[in-house]
């Protein structure tokens, strides 16, 4: 009985003494955080996938209570909504920003762009892009190893094993661009949402001229402006033969993919058009 | 016999073209020479497109310190000046010449007869160097006149001449030792004047006794210049071995050579540098080994540069069905052409067809941890370390380990039981590990 | 170049040695079969059937795991589970029975080699981790010791005996002198051809020897394990009975008996779990030489090198990280 009153009374005052140990411990090296750094953190999505440009949330929530204004602040997963929760914590004027999703601007598979030399090394596409320009034909096109799907964290980027391409799932995506920096090719861009996720966008990244990028893919850009003469709005330009479509500029009164000779330019979740030409444009209902 | 002790491995030697004397080969039709035949800045172009040039004639210039100029190999009309795919696949600068004739300029002497020009100053030296675009003909197309400007504060004590040629397969170094001894010997004597130095060796790996003998009984003729023969084991021809090898002296960790007092140049160059001071030649033409164990002619031949290497397997009797990969240099440093349009440039020593069995990689494996990668190593890094550190994006853990360190030898790859990438992800990391000290710098 | 015949481009270097993983692990069987001939030759029908069952269930075990568990392709035959199976067996006694044997194969495979990624990523040696599961689970059946010759043609029934090493433990417990003991103890020259009790492998430090240096002109290990081990067990036990020889055995006892030779030689060079550099060896066999002869002389176990190697084996990655090769041109800087 002795034994056990004592072992009670012991280990309860090596118990009391440590805690007051550790608090007084606690105590001498607290380190003072703004509170509403905590507060801030809490209303963001957790993620830590750095697509605000901070190394993790905690890091972003750091930074939004220390800056003046939440002007050059956003974080995409969270989108507008977390953006204006985090701006009523901090009692400031929440900016709304455009939604993107990512657009990834290659259409090239094995069908339209020959496959010229086979690829053996380790199979990541940072590490093909070091060695040489691809194993096609088209040396600006999508090296198809999957760096893209790897980076991205919300399962949003699958490699298509036929089309040997990256496929969005725009639900899934918030835009963080870690599939945009992981791309050594630089295929992948941010572009403006639309309403039903419809996009349109010249599906190509040739810098060389016509000829040479239309015998390397058969759906390539080849910088004939033929885009740019019917667009009404401004939207299109054209450098090293290749055009672009500004997503702000765009009306997406699909003008210019009907005229496109190569087809490179992409109408995403449209409706089927009523003329015979329809057969012959790459629509795409919706990424399954 | 000298060796370097740290580190090498044994590949088979497959020198299958050692005893073909070198050859001419005829002049294509058409040739595409790119602005970067050489390491730094690109020349700049001084034709235009129709302009009509002749063989010999400058047709870029030099565009920095670290740039040389470029001659034209051929005479005919430039087609084209524009981005056209190099062997990487990626479309660089480049100058297309339609061939016709082969008209030289005057100013080449193109007899063969020995000319030993000895009134030259060393600044005179080194000014033709440049003048003539000669660069390092192993393969690293260093400029030349730059390796022979001494920088302030440094001082040159030995040259060494590479005539190790450890890379299996290639021997256009082998034939030009035992065709133009005599010349390589002017050509090292220039290069001593021009540092200045007063002794040179001239470094070869014992399976050359041929050219170790002609050379050694060659050089008594010239005070300062001897012949050490190398154990075979490779790499004994990177010039961090060599200078171990010969001097006893390691090159410190991110420094040059000539922080130990050494200047190495390889047997080509010196060969190069005759030509360009004797002969008043510039250097548009090489000495490219086309082997390979199925090709139906094993050869070496004079090549002019921008030739497509099509053009040299055809002369080789054409490719061969059993074929894997086409090497540019050889196969442990060489790149694997995707195609055959691309040009031989300053810096291509050899072209090596491999058979498909010879040259496919085998499944990846764990890694099991025999340490034989940090045993091959003649750096002394872990190449298992620096890997996994790839893999895992770790690059400031690479940049302490050291990683800018490798020589890019390939001696860790080779001999992974496991058959892992381990240069692959050596070379992504020394890219990530430049490209932050590029930033840091800013 | 036709459409078929597609040039292959990867990154240097285009050619590679013939060297294999397959190849390493059949040279260590070749290595063990001295030992395990001279295990038959001793042990007989017992032998025969432990390396079986251990063999059998580890390649099993393997395959199983990787196939069903962990759903990547199986390496089956790679021999690295064949080598643990052997392995394990080399350190078992003859007559163990066949379930127990299976639940050290589970041990070693699943729990120390496969849990951790398999091939590679295991830190401690998995023939060792599934023994020392097996000494602590089953005290008793893995210290009964079969005698060598007598036990030939039975198994599960043979007549046992005491290692070298048991005899002296318990000797020097009952306070017998050294001189007593010594007539109890196997001649030397019978401890070396492996006349004594043990486990499979132990025995024959000659078989073992053997073994060693056809591994050692194979290259599959070097020198500086089993050296350091050996050596500083030699230095250890031949400080100690210098000191006082009626206390302690010599030297040349310590190298005969027990697991020592089976463990320098086999044990601790297994390149999955020791140091990368041959620095970090010589340090990993100095710690484990060392453990060994403090257990041997001052602890509870008559052997102790199943436990040191264990122990090293943690200490492996502390090892690897502070002792690195010397790099070509290491700029030291002063100050």
């Given at each position: 009985m002795n034994t056990i009153v004592i072992t009670i009374i012991s280990l309860s005052l090596i118990g009391v003494l440590a805690g007051v140990i550790l608090f007084l411990i606690a105590q001498k090296f607290k380190v003072f955080e703004d509170p509403r750094i905590d507060d801030v953190e809490a209303v963001l999505p957790g993620a830590n996938c750095g697509g605000c440009g901070y190394p993790g949330c905690r890091n972003f929530a750091d930074a939004c209570v220390k800056s003046e204004n939440l002007d050059s602040l956003f974080c995409p997963v969270g989108g507008n909504d977390g953006m204006v929760k985090v701006a009523a914590v901090l009692g400031r004027a929440a900016v709304a920003k455009e939604p993107t999703v990512a657009v990834v601007r290659c259409s090239g598979n094995p069908d339209y762009r020959m496959r010229t030399a086979r690829y053996d090394s380790a199979p990541t596409?940072?590490?093909?892009?070091?060695?040489?320009?691809?194993?096609?034909?088209?040396?600006?096109?999508?090296?198809?190893?999957?760096?893209?799907?790897?980076?991205?964290?919300?399962?949003?980027?699958?490699?298509?094993?036929?089309?040997?391409?990256?496929?969005?799932?725009?639900?899934?995506?918030?835009?963080?661009?870690?599939?945009?920096?992981?791309?050594?090719?630089?295929?992948?861009?941010?572009?403006?949402?639309?309403?039903?996720?419809?996009?349109?966008?010249?599906?190509?990244?040739?810098?060389?001229?016509?000829?040479?990028?239309?015998?390397?893919?058969?759906?390539?850009?080849?910088?004939?402006?033929?885009?740019?003469?019917?667009?009404?709005?401004?939207?299109?330009?054209?450098?090293?033969?290749?055009?672009?479509?500004?997503?702000?500029?765009?009306?997406?009164?699909?003008?210019?993919?009907?005229?496109?000779?190569?087809?490179?330019?992409?109408?995403?979740?449209?409706?089927?058009?009523?003329?015979?030409?329809?057969?012959?444009?790459?629509?795409?209902?919706?990424?399954? | 016999m000298k060796t370097f002790r740290k580190g090498g491995v044994h590949?088979?030697?497959?020198?299958?073209?050692?005893?073909?004397?070198?050859?001419?080969?005829?002049?294509?039709?058409?040739?595409?020479?790119?602005?970067?035949?050489?390491?730094?800045?690109?020349?700049?172009p001084v034709v235009d497109k129709g302009d009509s040039v002749r063989t010999g004639q400058l047709i870029a210039k030099s565009a920095g310190f670290v740039s040389a100029n470029i001659h034209s190999p051929v005479s005919g009309t430039v087609q084209k000046i524009e981005p056209v795919p190099d062997i990487t696949g990626y479309p660089k600068m480049a100058i297309v010449i339609e061939v016709r004739g082969d008209e030289w300029i005057e100013t080449i002497d193109r007899t063969d007869t020995i000319v030993r020009p000895d009134k030259l100053s060393r600044e005179e030296i080194i000014a033709r160097i440049s003048e003539m675009g000669v660069v390092g003909m192993g393969g690293a197309t260093f400029p030349s006149h730059v390796k022979v400007s001494v920088p302030k504060g440094k001082k040159a004590e030995i040259l060494i001449i590479n005539g190790v040629e450890c890379e299996p397969y290639l021997t256009s170094d082998h034939r030009l030792m035992l065709e133009k001894g005599e010349e390589i010997l002017i050509g090292a004597g220039f290069l001593m004047r021009a540092l200045p130095v007063d002794q040179a060796v001239i470094g070869i790996e014992k399976n050359k006794p041929d050219a170790i003998e002609h050379l050694r009984k060659l050089s008594s003729g010239y005070p300062g210049i001897r012949v050490e023969p190398l154990k075979v084991k490779y790499p004994q021809g990177g010039e961090k071995q060599l200078i171990k090898a010969i001097t006893g002296r390691e090159v410190p960790s991110g420094g040059l050579p000539i922080d130990v007092g050494a200047v190495v140049h390889n047997i080509g160059t010196a060969f190069a540098v005759y030509e360009a001071i004797a002969k008043n030649k510039p250097l548009f033409e090489r000495v490219v080994t086309v082997t390979g164990k199925s090709l139906a002619k094993n050869a070496n031949f004079k090549v002019r540069i921008g030739t497509p290497v099509s053009s040299l397997i055809e002369a080789a009797g054409g490719l061969p069905d059993d074929t894997g990969k086409v090497i540019s240099g050889g196969p442990m440093m060489g790149r694997a052409l995707p195609g055959l349009n691309a040009p031989v440039t300053k810096g291509t020593s050899g072209i090596v067809v491999m058979k498909a069995n010879e040259s496919v990689r085998k499944t990846v494996m764990n890694c099991i941890r025999c340490a034989r990668c940090a045993s091959a190593c003649p750096m002394g890094l872990e190449p298992y370390f620096l890997m996994s550190l790839g893999d895992a994006r770790r690059w400031e853990e690479m940049e302490t380990a050291r990683a800018l360190d490798c020589m890019e030898c390939g001696s860790c790859s080779f001999t992974c039981p496991s058959n892992r990438p381990l240069l692959d992800y050596i070379r992504i990391g020394k890219t990530n590990v430049n490209r932050i000290l590029k930033a840091r710098k800013s | 170049m036709s459409a078929t015949n597609l040039l292959t481009v990867s990154h240097s270097p285009h050619e590679y040695t013939s060297e294999s993983v397959q190849k390493i692990m059949y040279r260590v069987l070749i290595a063990m079969l001295p030992a395990f001939a001279v295990s038959l030759i001793f042990f007989g029908?017992?032998?025969?059937?432990?390396?079986?069952?251990?063999?059998?269930?580890?390649?099993?075990?393997?395959?199983?795991?990787?196939?069903?568990?962990?759903?990547?392709?199986?390496?089956?035959?790679?021999?690295?589970?064949?080598?643990?199976?052997?392995?394990?067996?080399?350190?078992?006694?003859?007559?163990?029975?066949?379930?127990?044997?299976?639940?050290?194969?589970?041990?070693?495979?699943?729990?120390?080699?496969?849990?951790?990624?398999?091939?590679?990523?295991?830190?401690?040696?998995?023939?060792?981790?599934?023994?020392?599961?097996?000494?602590?689970?089953?005290?008793?059946?893995?210290?009964?010791?079969?005698?060598?010759?007598?036990?030939?043609?039975?198994?599960?029934?043979?007549?046992?005996?005491?290692?070298?090493?048991?005899?002296?433990?318990?000797?020097?417990?009952?306070?017998?002198?050294?001189?007593?003991?010594?007539?109890?103890?196997?001649?030397?020259?019978?401890?070396?051809?492996?006349?004594?009790?043990?486990?499979?492998?132990?025995?024959?430090?000659?078989?073992?020897?053997?073994?060693?240096?056809?591994?050692?002109?194979?290259?599959?290990?070097?020198?500086?394990?089993?050296?350091?081990?050996?050596?500083?067990?030699?230095?250890?036990?031949?400080?100690?009975?210098?000191?006082?020889?009626?206390?302690?055995?010599?030297?040349?006892?310590?190298?005969?008996?027990g697991g020592i030779m089976l463990g320098a030689i086999f044990m601790a060079t297994d390149m999955v779990t020791s140091p990368m550099t041959p620095a970090g060896q010589i340090i990993f066999g100095i710690g484990i030489g060392f453990i060994t002869c403090l257990i041997r002389i001052f602890g509870a176990y008559p052997e102790g090198v199943s436990f040191a190697i264990l122990i090293m084996n943690a200490l492996v990655p502390l090892i690897d990280k502070y002792v690195k090769p010397k790099r070509f041109g290491e700029v030291r800087k002063n100050g």
């Amino acid at each position: 009985m002795n034994t056990i009153v004592i072992t009670i009374i012991s280990l309860s005052l090596i118990g009391v003494l440590a805690g007051v140990i550790l608090f007084l411990i606690a105590q001498k090296f607290k380190v003072f955080e703004d509170p509403r750094i905590d507060d801030v953190e809490a209303v963001l999505p957790g993620a830590n996938c750095g697509g605000c440009g901070y190394p993790g949330c905690r890091n972003f929530a750091d930074a939004c209570v220390k800056s003046e204004n939440l002007d050059s602040l956003f974080c995409p997963v969270g989108g507008n909504d977390g953006m204006v929760k985090v701006a009523a914590v901090l009692g400031r004027a929440a900016v709304a920003k455009e939604p993107t999703v990512a657009v990834v601007r290659c259409s090239g598979n094995p069908d339209y762009r020959m496959r010229t030399a086979r690829y053996d090394s380790a199979p990541t596409c940072e590490i093909a892009s070091g060695l040489f320009a691809g194993d096609t034909a088209c040396s600006y096109g999508c090296l198809g190893l999957g760096d893209c799907e790897a980076a991205c964290d919300f399962d949003a980027i699958h490699m298509n094993p036929l089309t040997l391409l990256p496929e969005v799932i725009d639900d899934k995506c918030n835009s963080c661009g870690a599939c945009v920096r992981a791309c050594p090719k630089k295929i992948i861009e941010l572009r403006k949402r639309n309403k039903k996720d419809r996009k349109i966008f010249v599906s190509c990244v040739n810098q060389d001229k016509g000829a040479t990028a239309r015998k390397a893919c058969s759906v390539a850009c080849i910088g004939c402006k033929a885009c740019q003469k019917v667009c009404e709005f401004d939207a299109i330009t054209i450098g090293n033969f290749l055009a672009y479509i500004d997503p702000v500029k765009c009306r997406l009164c699909r003008k210019c993919v009907e005229v496109c000779p190569t087809n490179s330019i992409l109408e995403i979740n449209f409706p089927p058009r009523k003329t015979a030409e329809s057969e012959l444009c790459l629509t795409e209902i919706s990424p399954n | 016999m000298k060796t370097f002790r740290k580190g090498g491995v044994h590949p088979a030697e497959n020198k299958i073209s050692s005893g073909s004397s070198i050859l001419d080969l005829p002049v294509p039709g058409l040739v595409t020479v790119h602005l970067s035949q050489h390491l730094g800045v690109p020349a700049q172009p001084v034709v235009d497109k129709g302009d009509s040039v002749r063989t010999g004639q400058l047709i870029a210039k030099s565009a920095g310190f670290v740039s040389a100029n470029i001659h034209s190999p051929v005479s005919g009309t430039v087609q084209k000046i524009e981005p056209v795919p190099d062997i990487t696949g990626y479309p660089k600068m480049a100058i297309v010449i339609e061939v016709r004739g082969d008209e030289w300029i005057e100013t080449i002497d193109r007899t063969d007869t020995i000319v030993r020009p000895d009134k030259l100053s060393r600044e005179e030296i080194i000014a033709r160097i440049s003048e003539m675009g000669v660069v390092g003909m192993g393969g690293a197309t260093f400029p030349s006149h730059v390796k022979v400007s001494v920088p302030k504060g440094k001082k040159a004590e030995i040259l060494i001449i590479n005539g190790v040629e450890c890379e299996p397969y290639l021997t256009s170094d082998h034939r030009l030792m035992l065709e133009k001894g005599e010349e390589i010997l002017i050509g090292a004597g220039f290069l001593m004047r021009a540092l200045p130095v007063d002794q040179a060796v001239i470094g070869i790996e014992k399976n050359k006794p041929d050219a170790i003998e002609h050379l050694r009984k060659l050089s008594s003729g010239y005070p300062g210049i001897r012949v050490e023969p190398l154990k075979v084991k490779y790499p004994q021809g990177g010039e961090k071995q060599l200078i171990k090898a010969i001097t006893g002296r390691e090159v410190p960790s991110g420094g040059l050579p000539i922080d130990v007092g050494a200047v190495v140049h390889n047997i080509g160059t010196a060969f190069a540098v005759y030509e360009a001071i004797a002969k008043n030649k510039p250097l548009f033409e090489r000495v490219v080994t086309v082997t390979g164990k199925s090709l139906a002619k094993n050869a070496n031949f004079k090549v002019r540069i921008g030739t497509p290497v099509s053009s040299l397997i055809e002369a080789a009797g054409g490719l061969p069905d059993d074929t894997g990969k086409v090497i540019s240099g050889g196969p442990m440093m060489g790149r694997a052409l995707p195609g055959l349009n691309a040009p031989v440039t300053k810096g291509t020593s050899g072209i090596v067809v491999m058979k498909a069995n010879e040259s496919v990689r085998k499944t990846v494996m764990n890694c099991i941890r025999c340490a034989r990668c940090a045993s091959a190593c003649p750096m002394g890094l872990e190449p298992y370390f620096l890997m996994s550190l790839g893999d895992a994006r770790r690059w400031e853990e690479m940049e302490t380990a050291r990683a800018l360190d490798c020589m890019e030898c390939g001696s860790c790859s080779f001999t992974c039981p496991s058959n892992r990438p381990l240069l692959d992800y050596i070379r992504i990391g020394k890219t990530n590990v430049n490209r932050i000290l590029k930033a840091r710098k800013s | 170049m036709s459409a078929t015949n597609l040039l292959t481009v990867s990154h240097s270097p285009h050619e590679y040695t013939s060297e294999s993983v397959q190849k390493i692990m059949y040279r260590v069987l070749i290595a063990m079969l001295p030992a395990f001939a001279v295990s038959l030759i001793f042990f007989g029908l017992g032998a025969l059937i432990v390396t079986a069952v251990a063999v059998v269930s580890c390649m099993l075990f393997e395959y199983l795991i990787a196939r069903f568990l962990l759903k990547i392709k199986p390496s089956l035959w790679d021999g690295s589970a064949a080598v643990t199976g052997v392995l394990l067996a080399f350190n078992v006694p003859s007559n163990l029975p066949v379930w127990m044997i299976v639940v050290g194969s589970l041990v070693a495979i699943g729990v120390a080699k496969m849990s951790f990624g398999g091939l590679g990523k295991n830190p401690f040696n998995p023939a060792l981790a599934g023994r020392v599961f097996l000494l602590i689970s089953f005290p008793a059946q893995m210290t009964s010791w079969p005698k060598a010759v007598e036990s030939r043609f039975a198994y599960l029934d043979a007549t046992t005996g005491a290692t070298p090493l048991g005899i002296l433990k318990e000797g020097l417990k009952n306070g017998q002198p050294m001189s007593d003991l010594m007539k109890d103890l196997p001649e030397y020259s019978q401890m070396f051809l492996g006349n004594m009790s043990g486990s499979l492998g132990e025995i024959s430090a000659l078989a073992l020897l053997i073994g060693g240096l056809y591994l050692i002109w194979k290259k599959v290990i070097t020198w500086h394990i089993p050296v350091s081990i050996l050596g500083t067990v030699v230095l250890f036990t031949g400080l100690l009975w210098l000191i006082n020889p009626d206390q302690y055995t010599d030297p040349l006892f310590h190298l005969l008996a027990g697991g020592i030779m089976l463990g320098a030689i086999f044990m601790a060079t297994d390149m999955v779990t020791s140091p990368m550099t041959p620095a970090g060896q010589i340090i990993f066999g100095i710690g484990i030489g060392f453990i060994t002869c403090l257990i041997r002389i001052f602890g509870a176990y008559p052997e102790g090198v199943s436990f040191a190697i264990l122990i090293m084996n943690a200490l492996v990655p502390l090892i690897d990280k502070y002792v690195k090769p010397k790099r070509f041109g290491e700029v030291r800087k002063n100050g």
